[in-house]
Structure formats: structure tokens, C-alpha cells
């Protein structure tokens, strides 16, 4: 069930079990009381002083093991939860999760300001080192959760805090928002990819890089079709023209493995559905309808697909 | 002021055409009154309370087919059915009106029906508040019913959360109805708590001290007194929402020095000792019941009182486990994670004494106690998940996610609907003269229980495979499917049972065995007069001599005499022992608490629309609330005698 | 039934009806196209008396930087929004007209960049500036710095055209 790839989920993992065992063990006891005092055969001395003063010990040794056991949890819980608030060391690099209605932006750092880049909905991270994660928002409040690797931290607009990720296993971990946020709360999932460092440092050098110039004359045209509508409006393309942040980068957009914040496989079909009529997939979502004739749409589509 | 007489006689005294003269006169005191203008001016607390319990189940009924909507939706992956727009009003509703409309309203209403009766007076104190909180509660629910039918409703979950409540997020007037539906339930929830306090401390009949009150009575103190705690809380929240979004304030705007974090804090400084207000009632229905049925007093009664009164009190100290994912210093989370522990030992302590109970009495499985048994069985598990939630890092992987749906549903329905529809069986013959039939209870009872373990169980591990809440559908992938379609189908027993439940109340009120005064040969005073009540209640207000007050009685158990039977007297007594103190005259049926209810309710919903709502409502509030309070010709020459009396005395002396 | 009965029946319901046209239009969340194409000639916005509408159009006026120019209504390099000289027009057509054709003298043309949805919310947003909404449909403060009255504070203009194309 908890299913962990990550120091942090396996600490929560063990802990959850214990804590999980532990109360079914309480309840079949209590349950298991519960008959035995409903069942039992009545005797005469039930309403006899003593019969009280039995019962008064047993309830007293009764709430004595609560007591203790609940202490064993408080305990448990303190030293698990010192274990995960802070990373295990150093982290290997800093991202900022931002928080948009409906899809995440992961910003990563870097002290070289043109090498900081943004990678949309999907987080990578290298293999068995810390990330930090520094968590934030541009509207409402959303929760950044992967529940292979991490509990929940809120994004809260006007606030800043800071947790970490880690992997212990490479793989594609799914994430989802845990806080409700309006409309689309249930289509704003993310991908976390866990590669090894080397894996991890191409995939940092090829977001750098701006995109792919168009090579086919589909591509050029679609490039001109995405320049001059609606598209450029809200979405950036490094190395063009695109400048605008108010929907997800688009500069590698074909390198990633979904579309629509974890909504749909990035298969060329689904997004001719998506740029065509979001709505019907993601009612309420920020991009509109576009009526692109389906020459327009082909090109648009060949050119997107064309951004590695 | 002249000296007090205690006023307690020994019953042999009382001929019985003396008793008939009495009882003529007080049905003539205490009269109900009829018609359209009646009905309105009704001041009983028993028809009040009546009104108050069948208005919750119809809110409930509500909000559970708006809850049978979802399971439709969230059955399969995917699904179309319900569109997002639509569904988070449909969830924001259900949320709302459970806990707002039926569950806390409930409560108290049986609270209104009963603590009078249980403590031996006439009527709840501040009879006209209790008829205006009514009225109120009222309003503010077919409000919400009517938003939700005009697309109107609420969309912002029950919790609310800025800023997507707030004026940036939620355009239109959807968030100001919850805000102000709040407001609403407030109003009449205080109003309530404040007469239940002052019923149970100052009009307990002579005999009934502190330690003798009956479990349930304590329980209505406990909850009352933290409502009174509570919801100034979200009085504040709610109204600074309110300004946000139509004055254009900046209480939650982190741009302006506001804070979006604050809106958090408020609302579950209030929101956590909300869930006890719903459950700690509870208690003492369970209490009551368990009593009945083995013929016993409950054991350990001081360790269950102290275990109630400690409920209240640690209650408004863990509200920040609701907001364990906020980023908190670990200082703080585990000193919230320590009191969450900490509130599962009187808790603890309650439901073993109530083994002890059961161990030592004789239970007779009647319907009201299977749902007892049916309460322990829900209530522990959700109890001991509630346990699991309260450790930062397990929380901080089920936080909002369906494990925590599954554990409110297991400690509210289980540990607070249960009990109440037990408790709806138990005073069922007290409050219509006729038994439910008790073969379609249990038959009844069976239905809830599975259906709703069917329901509800699944959704822990959902939780644990890491569904979140509140999102109106899910991917086909993420092997959720079956669990869903289980929840579903389970969904659908609850159904039928909840029909069948209202089937059996309406048919055993039309023709149910007629039961005797206490057909369960219960302790409380309650079951000492006849079934139904009698308008006045107590033909002679008793005297309580031991802690099960009609188990305790003597064969010649004295009674209270010397209160005017021909206005609304009631005895006042002292807050410890119950000593009588002092009289009082509790006022007659009025028109003037409906109207100012009326009034009220109309600056409520205008000030969603307009802040000049409350300058144009001010003028008829005065002249409802003047009409309210005018002083009767009859107390003003009696306040004119005193004053003469006083002299009189003044002067001798 | 009595006539009383009946009557008051009647009424209820024929408010009720009242109000569900009211709300529903003031509450309706139009994500998907609605019906603009029609909007020019009928002259008015689809969006108008429609909060969400309304404000996805304020939303879209910070985003898409109209405040660059109009400084949130104020004016600036562009001309204001918020008082009641119209240039061009305060019709609904003649700003749909200018925001998708442009105007002399710097206002630049949308057309193809702005889908026509998105003119109209922004078209019913800019009429909400000056108030000629109901104070129902009108937006409230944003969570961003104060830079002037809430749009449904303020006092309603009724504007006047100054020149005419």
C-alpha cells in the first residue's frame, strides 16, 4: 500500500505500519472485551462491591496501557518526523515548486542566472541525493505530494518554505496536488523522474539548451502558425520568439511524458485533442478553445512534437 | 428583597382534586398556541426541539443524496457524469450542510427536547431565543437548499480556504452564501448553547447537584460551553471573508500585510472542537442508552464526567493537526501532535467504562442499543485511525487523501449518527406516545452498518494508495477502480437503509404500539411523566434524591411547591447543589422572535449584496426586538408591588 | 386547495423562476465556447451579467499587461478606463472593435492572439471598470497590491463617446 522509493516515504512507511498494526491489535482487544462482557453468563455477585472493585482495577490497567501506548506512538512520531523534516545531507540542487491553477512549474537553480531553466510538470531528480524543494505559489493554495517518495507539503501564496525529495530507486513517480484548488484539483498530477547522476546532469544540459530550430517545412510552418496565433500569447519557447509565462513552458515539451499536468500520455493524438478543445478534456482549465484550420492544426502539431 | 422560602413539601399533602385543579391550570399557563400566528409564536421546548430534529434529518436527507451523487460519480474512472463545476458545489454542500445543518443542529435540538426534561424544569430557559435561534437556523438552511438549486452554491469545499474563497478566486456570490450560511448556523447555535447553559446551571430541580445530573445533561453542558468557546472563532473568519470579498479588505491578502495562513488558524481553532461538539452529545446518548438497557447506572460516572469535561478542554488544543502539511516548525507540530494523543485517553476511559457497564448489567438487545453496540464497533476503529492521524508523518502522507475521509465518516457517522438514530429509537415513545417497531430497526440497523463499513472501509486503503480528496474523478490507472465501485455499491445500502429508517418513524407514528410513560424502565426524569409530555411537563417539579433519578426515588419522595401555576413559573436554583434560590417567569408565546428572525435573516442574505444591507435593516431589528421585550401590563404591576414591598420591609427593618 | 394557498404557491414560484434566471446567469462557469460568434451583432458580451466571465476578463486584462498601457483603468500611455470619456466608443461592439482591430496612436491589434472568447470576457471586464454591471456581477478586490478602488466600490460612470471613427 505505502509502496516507498524514497528515504522519506520508507521512514513514513515503517512508522504508518507500525502505528497500522498497532491499532488493529487495539481494536480486536477492545472488540474482543466488548463481546466477552456482552456474552458472558450473569452470576448473582455481579452488583456486589467487589464485582466493582474488580472491574474499577481492570478499567484502571485498561487506561494504563492506552496511556502507554499512546506514549510509544507520541514517541514513535517524534522520532520519525525528525528524521524527514530535514534532508539527509546536502542537496544535491534546489528547485522551486510553484504553484499554478492547474499545473506545476519546477524552477531549478543555479548561480549561472541564464542556466536557471523551468521544467513543467515534471521534476527530475538524480538518484539517492536530497533535493530541496522550495515550495511556493502564484494563486490559490496547492499541496505538493508524491506519495512513492514524500508526504504532503502546502504551497502557499505568500509564503515560502522549504522541504526535500529523495529516490532511492530510479523510475517515473506520479505526483498529484492534495489540496483542494478549484476546478481541475483532480487533473493536476506531475511526474517525478529519478535517474542516475549522469542520466541526470544530460537531461540538466539539454533543458538549457534553447529549442530545436524547426527542420522540415511542416515544422517552419508550423513555427509561423504557433508565432503568429493565439499560442505565442501564453506560452514561451526559448531561442524564439515565445516569451510569455502565463502557461507552461513549451521549449522541451516533446521531451516530457505527459501533457495537461499528468492528464494525458504525450502522444501526438492527444494533443491535437488538447491544443484543439481543452475544455472538453479539463473543463475549466486557463486555455481556450483554438479554431486552427486543420492544416494550421497538422503544422502546429509538427512543430511542438518537433521540440525535444 | 424578601427572604426565600424553600418551597419543598412531602407529596402526601396533595389531594387528588387539588392535583386535577393544578394540572387544568398549568395546561392553561403553559398553552400552546394554534393557528398560522401560533405556529410562529410557539415558545415550547419540546415543539421547538421537535421542529429543530425533523428540519436536521430533512438537511440530512439533503446532503445524503448529494453525497449519493458523488459515489455516482467517483464509481467508475473518469467518468462524465458530473462535471467539475458541479461537483465541488455538490461536495462543498454535503460537507456544509452535514456538519452545519444536521449534525451540530441535531444535537442540540435533542438537547433542547431533552435537558429540560432531564433536569426537572418547564421549560428551556430564554423560551423566545430558542423559538428566534430556530427560526434562524431555519432561513439559513433553505437558503443554502435554494442555492444549491440555483446554481448558486458554494464551491470552495466546507472548509473554505483562501484565497481560493476569496475575492480573487471565487467570483460571484457563491463563497459569501457559505459565508454568510455560517453566520446563520452560528447565530442559532449560540443562542441555544447559551440557554442550555443557563437551563442546566440555574434550573435543575432541588436534589439534582452537579454530581447527581444525568450523563446526557453533562454532555449538553460540555458541548454547549464549547460553542460558546468555538464560534466566536469563525464569527470572525467567516465575517472577515465576508468583508474581503465585498468591502475589499485585505485580511487575507498576503500583498496588503494580510495572511492567507490566518484564515487556517480561525477556522479550525474552530473546526477541530466542532467534530467534539457533534461527538461529545453523542456520548450521552450512548451513556443514556446503555444505562437503560442493563439496568444499571453507568460505571465510573466521575471518571466520565471528568473524561467529558476534559474533552472540552483539550479539544480547542490541537487544531493545528489539521494543517500539518503547512510547513510549521517541528516544535510546534509535535506539541499538537501530543495533545491529539493526548485527547484519545478520555475518550479511552469512556468506552471502557462503558464495557464495564455492559459487563456488569444485563443488556436487552432492543434496536436502540444494537446501534450502541454498532457505535462501539465504527467508533473505535475511526477512533484509533483518528490516533494514527494525529502522528506528523504518517499525516503528512494521508493528509487530505481518502484515509482521512474514511476516518471522519467512521468517528461522525459512527461515532455520532449511530448513536442518534439509536437515541431517535430509545426517545422515539417519549416524544410521540408510540414504540418504533423494533424488528424493522434492527433490520434497519443491519442495513447502516453494512452498508456503511461497505462504503467507507475501502476508502482507508484508497487513502494509503494515495487517492487525494475532492476531486471530482481519477484516472483509469492507478488501480482505484474496484475499491471505488465497492464504495459505490455500498453507498447504495446506506440508501436503503436511510429509507427504511424514515419509513419506520413515519409508520410508528401512525401506527406504532402505544408505549407506556418509560417503556424501557429508564433512569432519567424524563421518563417520569406521560408519553408525550404535557405542555408544562411536570405536574410537580420533583426532588432528585440520588444520582438515577427515578431508580433513587423513595416511595414518599418529596416535591417542590409553592410555584404559581397560573403564570409561567419556574424554579431557579443555585449552580452546585440545586438548591432553590429564587423564582422566575419565563414568557409567553410571542410573534416578535419569528419576526426578528425574519429581520434578521433578511440583513444576513442582504449583506451578501450590499453593506447598506445592515444601516436598512437596523430600524425594523429595533422595532422587532422592542416588541420582543416590551414589558407585559401584568409585569409592570408586579414590579410595582415588589418595589412595595421592598419598602415595606426597607422600612421595618 | 384554497385560492390563498394557491396564489401564494403562484408566487413563490414565479420568484423562485426570477431568481434561478438571475443567479444562474450571475453563476453559470462558462468554460466551454459560448455563443460569441453572434456577440457582434447582437452588441452585447456573452459574458456580461456572467461574474465568472467578468473576471477571467480582469484576470486575463493583468495577465495579457492591457495594465502596461491603461494602468488598471487609470491610464497611462493608453487612455483610461474608469472615467466616462470614450474615445472610441463604450458600446460593447466598439470595444471588441478596438481590442481586435487596434486604435491609433499605440493599441495594438489582438486579432489571432486574443481568441474572441477572450475578447468578450475581456470586453465584459472593461465595461465592469466603470461600472455598468450589476454590483452582483461586479469583481471585487485582487490579492495583489491595492492600486485602486474594487471595481465594486466604485461609482458608476455613464460614458460619453468623444470621437467618432
Not at chain 2, 465510573?300 to 471528568?306: F, I, K, L, R, T
Not at chain 2, 464495557?355 to 438487545?365: D, K, M
Not at chain 2, 506528523?392 to 461515532?415: I, K, R, T
Request: aromatic share 12%.
Amino acid at each position: 500500500m505505502f509502496d516507498p522509493h524514497g528515504p522519506i516515504a520508507r521512514s513514513i512507511a515503517t512508522h504508518g505500519w507500525w502505528l497500522l498494526l498497532m491499532s488493529i491489535a487495539v481494536y480486536l482487544v477492545v472488540m474482543v472485551a466488548l463481546l466477552i462482557a456482552l456474552g458472558r453468563r450473569r452470576r448473582e455477585i455481579d452488583d456486589q462491591p467487589e464485582t466493582t472493585r474488580r472491574l474499577t482495577r481492570n478499567v484502571s490497567i485498561a487506561v494504563a496501557l492506552t496511556v502507554v501506548i499512546l506514549v510509544g506512538i507520541a514517541a514513535s512520531s517524534v522520532v520519525s518526523g525528525r528524521g524527514i523534516y530535514s534532508p539527509s545531507g546536502a542537496g544535491a540542487v534546489t528547485v522551486d515548486v510553484v504553484g499554478h491553477q492547474w499545473w506545476w512549474d519546477f524552477q531549478y537553480h543555479d548561480v549561472t542566472p541564464s542556466d536557471v531553466f523551468t521544467s513543467p510538470n515534471e521534476l527530475h531528480i538524480p538518484v539517492g541525493l536530497p533535493v530541496v524543494i522550495k515550495a511556493m505559489s502564484t494563486d490559490v493554495i496547492h499541496s505538493f505530494w508524491v506519495p512513492n517518495l514524500m508526504g504532503k507539503r502546502d504551497l502557499i501564496p505568500g509564503i515560502v518554505t522549504n522541504t526535500w525529495i529523495q529516490a532511492d530507486e530510479p523510475g517515473v513517480y506520479r505526483g498529484q496536488c492534495a489540496e483542494f484548488c478549484g476546478h481541475q484539483h483532480a487533473h493536476m498530477a506531475l511526474e517525478v523522474v529519478a535517474e542516475p547522476m549522469n542520466t541526470f546532469q544530460a537531461w540538466i544540459r539539454h533543458q538549457r539548451e534553447p529549442a530545436a530550430e524547426p527542420a522540415t517545412d511542416e515544422e517552419r510552418r508550423g513555427k509561423d502558425v504557433f508565432m503568429q496565433s493565439t499560442c505565442v500569447t501564453c506560452h514561451a519557447i526559448r531561442g524564439t520568439d515565445a516569451g510569455s509565462h502565463l502557461g507552461p513552458e513549451l521549449t522541451h515539451v516533446a521531451s516530457r511524458l505527459t501533457i495537461a499536468a499528468g492528464t494525458l500520455p504525450n502522444a501526438r493524438g492527444h494533443l491535437a485533442g488538447w491544443i484543439a478543445n481543452s475544455q472538453s478534456i479539463k473543463p475549466g482549465n486557463r486555455m481556450p478553445p483554438n479554431a486552427l484550420t486543420p492544416d494550421d492544426l497538422q503544422a502546429v502539431l509538427a512543430y511542438v512534437r518537433s521540440l525535444r | 428583597m424578601s427572604e426565600f422560602v424553600h418551597p419543598v413539601e412531602r407529596r402526601m399533602t396533595i389531594s387528588a382534586a387539588d392535583e386535577e385543579r393544578l394540572r387544568t391550570q398549568l395546561e392553561r399557563t403553559w398553552y400552546v398556541p394554534r393557528g398560522i400566528i401560533g405556529w410562529c409564536s410557539v415558545a415550547d421546548h419540546k415543539t421547538m426541539g421537535k421542529r429543530y430534529i425533523v428540519t436536521a434529518f430533512c438537511f440530512f436527507t439533503f446532503a445524503g443524496i448529494l453525497a449519493g451523487l458523488m459515489r455516482l460519480q467517483l464509481a467508475v474512472p473518469n467518468n462524465h457524469f458530473i462535471g467539475p463545476d458541479l461537483y465541488n458545489q455538490i461536495f462543498t454542500v454535503h460537507g456544509t450542510m452535514m456538519m452545519f445543518l444536521f449534525a451540530v443542529p441535531v444535537m442540540e435540538a435533542l438537547g433542547v427536547y431533552l435537558v429540560p426534561l432531564m433536569v426537572g424544569t418547564r421549560n428551556i430557559a430564554f423560551p423566545r431565543l430558542n423559538a428566534f435561534s430556530y427560526y434562524v437556523y431555519l432561513f439559513g438552511g433553505v437558503m443554502l437548499v435554494v442555492t444549491m438549486l440555483l446554481n448558486t452554491a458554494p464551491d470552495v469545499g466546507w472548509f473554505s480556504y483562501v484565497p481560493l474563497a476569496g475575492p480573487d478566486y471565487t467570483p460571484g456570490k457563491r463563497a459569501d452564501f457559505w459565508a454568510q450560511l455560517i453566520t446563520f448556523t452560528e447565530v442559532a447555535a449560540l443562542a441555544v448553547s447559551v440557554e442550555l447553559v443557563a437551563t442546566i446551571f440555574k434550573a435543575r430541580a432541588p436534589g439534582m447537584s452537579l454530581n447527581r445530573m444525568p450523563l446526557f445533561v453533562w454532555s449538553m453542558l460540555v458541548t454547549a460551553l464549547m460553542v460558546i468557546f468555538a464560534m466566536p472563532s469563525i464569527v470572525t473568519c467567516s465575517s472577515f471573508l465576508l468583508l474581503d470579498r465585498l468591502v475589499g479588505t485585505h485580511f487575507y491578502n498576503p500583498a496588503e500585510g494580510g495572511d492567507s495562513l490566518l484564515w487556517q488558524h480561525l477556522f479550525w481553532f474552530f473546526g477541530h472542537p466542532e467534530v467534539y461538539i457533534i461527538f461529545v452529545p453523542a456520548l450521552g446518548i450512548v451513556s443514556s442508552i446503555i444505562s437503560a438497557f442493563t439496568w444499571r447506572p453507568i460505571f465510573g460516572y466521575s471518571a466520565m464526567v471528568m473524561s467529558l469535561v476534559a474533552t472540552g478542554f483539550i479539544g480547542f488544543g490541537l487544531w493545528v493537526h489539521h494543517m500539518f502539511a503547512t510547513g510549521l516548525p517541528a516544535l510546534g507540530l509535535e506539541y499538537f501532535t501530543a495533545a491529539s494523543i493526548v485527547i484519545a485517553i478520555p475518550t479511552g476511559i469512556q468506552i471502557f467504562c462503558w464495557i464495564a457497564s455492559l459487563w456488569r448489567g444485563r443488556p436487552r438487545f432492543h434496536t436502540p442499543l444494537v446501534f450502541v453496540l454498532g457505535f462501539f464497533a465504527i467508533f473505535v476503529l475511526g477512533g484509533l485511525s483518528g490516533v494514527t492521524l494525529a502522528s506528523v508523518p504518517f499525516d503528512l502522507q494521508v493528509h487530505d487523501s481518502y484515509y482521512v475521509v474514511a476516518h471522519f465518516h467512521y468517528v461522525l457517522l459512527g461515532g455520532a449518527v449511530f448513536p442518534l438514530i439509536g437515541g431517535i429509537y430509545f426517545w422515539f415513545p417519549k416524544m410521540t406516545g408510540r414504540l418504533m417497531d423494533d424488528r424493522l430497526g434492527k433490520v434497519n440497523f443491519w442495513l447502516l452498518f453494512i452498508g456503511f463499513n461497505i462504503t467507507f472501509f475501502p476508502m482507508h486503503i484508497l487513502g494509503l494508495e494515495g487517492m487525494p480528496r475532492r476531486v471530482y474523478t481519477y484516472p483509469d490507472n492507478m488501480g482505484w477502480n474496484t475499491l471505488n465501485l465497492v464504495s459505490s455499491l455500498g453507498a447504495l445500502l446506506l440508501v436503503v437503509g436511510g429509507a427504511l429508517f424514515v419509513y419506520n418513524v413515519v409508520r410508528s407514528y401512525r401506527w406504532g404500539l402505544a408505549g407506556s410513560d418509560n417503556p424501557w424502565g429508564a433512569e432519567t426524569l424524563e421518563w417520569s411523566m406521560s408519553s408525550p409530555p404535557p405542555v408544562y411537563n411536570f405536574l410537580h417539579i420533583p426532588v432528585v434524591e440520588g444520582r438515577c433519578a427515578l431508580w433513587d426515588r423513595s416511595a414518599d419522595a418529596p416535591i417542590v411547591t409553592g410555584i404559581r401555576s397560573d403564570v409561567r413559573e419556574v424554579l431557579i436554583s443555585d449552580v452546585m447543589d440545586a438548591e432553590p434560590i429564587n423564582v422566575a417567569e419565563y414568557p409567553e408565546p410571542s410573534i416578535w422572535p419569528f419576526l426578528c428572525a425574519v429581520v434578521t435573516s433578511g440583513f444576513f442574505i442582504g449583506s451578501i449584496f450590499t453593506p447598506w444591507a445592515l444601516p436598512v435593516s437596523i430600524l425594523p431589528l429595533a422595532v422587532t426586538l422592542i416588541g420582543w421585550f416590551w414589558p407585559k401590563k401584568r409585569d409592570r404591576e408586579r414590579a410595582i408591588e415588589e418595589q412595595d414591598e421592598d419598602r415595606r420591609l426597607h422600612d421595618a427593618a | 386547495m384554497t385560492g390563498f394557498w394557491r396564489t401564494t404557491t403562484c408566487l413563490a414560484l414565479m420568484s423562485e423562476l426570477s431568481l434561478f434566471a438571475a443567479g444562474c446567469q450571475r453563476e453559470v462557469r462558462p468554460f466551454q465556447e459560448l455563443a460569441v460568434a453572434s456577440a457582434r451583432t447582437q452588441n452585447q458580451s456573452p459574458f456580461q451579467k456572467n461574474a465568472y466571465g467578468t473576471a477571467e476578463g480582469k484576470r486575463l486584462f493583468d495577465q495579457y499587461n492591457c495594465s502596461g498601457c491603461h494602468a488598471h483603468g487609470g491610464g497611462g500611455m493608453g487612455p483610461a478606463l474608469m472615467d466616462d470619456k470614450w474615445i472610441y466608443g463604450s458600446e460593447p461592439a466598439n470595444i471588441f472593435e478596438s481590442i481586435v482591430e487596434g486604435r491609433p496612436n499605440g493599441m495594438p491589434a489582438w486579432r489571432n492572439k486574443i481568441p474572441d472568447q477572450q475578447v468578450w470576457e475581456l470586453v465584459a471586464y472593461v465595461q465592469s471598470m466603470i461600472g455598468q454591471e450589476s454590483i452582483d456581477v461586479l469583481p471585487s478586490r485582487s490579492d495583489h497590491m491595492r492600486y485602486s478602488t474594487p471595481e465594486n466600490a466604485r461609482r458608476a460612470q455613464t460614458p460619453v463617446q468623444t470621437h467618432t471613427p
